[in-house]
């Protein structure tokens, strides 16, 4: 998930179970970001300075980024795992990041969990966050990250969202 400068990103928005999801993808086809909203421009605004896109170019679809969005949300959980994805923050976020898609679909963990396995045990809310700057949802799962009572936690795309991804992955 190393930083590379893209001056244009390609767009597409497709429809899912779950509404509109979006996705930017660099020259070299790897997420700069993604979610349920059919905005570009606000999926732009979550990119790393250093790999914001200058020009956004919609397209009828992404490709291989497309399928797997389409294959997920008709049952293929595990298909996301090859997308790449490329995004830019301090060690901490970026291991945070890499290990957030290592959690199995049907198996969420909690923040505490993912403060554990990130390697800083004591900062819960740092693996919180981890989420919440996360700009490639879906394919970096922050989603299968629950609050320690077992409850939703946030989700920039609304918790409807969150438990109907949830509730796809357990069924």
């Not at 969005?69 to 090859?82: F, S």
């Not at 923040?111 to 800083?120: C, D, H, K, L, P």
Request: hydrophobic residues 45%; proline residues 8%.
């Amino acid at each position: 998930m190393a930083g590379k400068t893209s001056i244009t990103a390609d767009f597409a928005t497709v429809p899912t179970p779950a509404g509109p999801f979006t996705a930017l993808v660099d020259g070299d086809g790897a997420v700069l970001a993604s979610g349920w909203i059919a905005d570009p421009e606000a999926l732009r605004a979550l990119v790393h300075p250093s790999i914001r896109p200058a020009v956004l170019r919609a397209r009828d679809e992404l490709g291989p980024v497309t399928r797997a969005v389409t294959a997920y949300h008709e049952g293929d959980l595990t298909v996301i795992d090859a997308v790449t994805v490329r995004q830019v923050s301090g060690p901490f976020l970026t291991q945070a990041w890499e290990i957030l898609r290592k959690v199995p679909a049907g198996d969420p963990i909690t923040y505490t969990e993912f403060a554990v396995v990130s390697g800083r045990p004591a900062a819960t809310r740092a693996a919180a966050n981890a989420c919440a700057r996360n700009a490639a949802a879906l394919f970096v799962p922050c989603h299968r990250v629950l609050r320690t009572d077992g409850t939703l936690g946030g989700f920039r795309y609304g918790l409807p969202i969150k438990r109907w991804l949830l509730d796809h992955e357990a069924a």
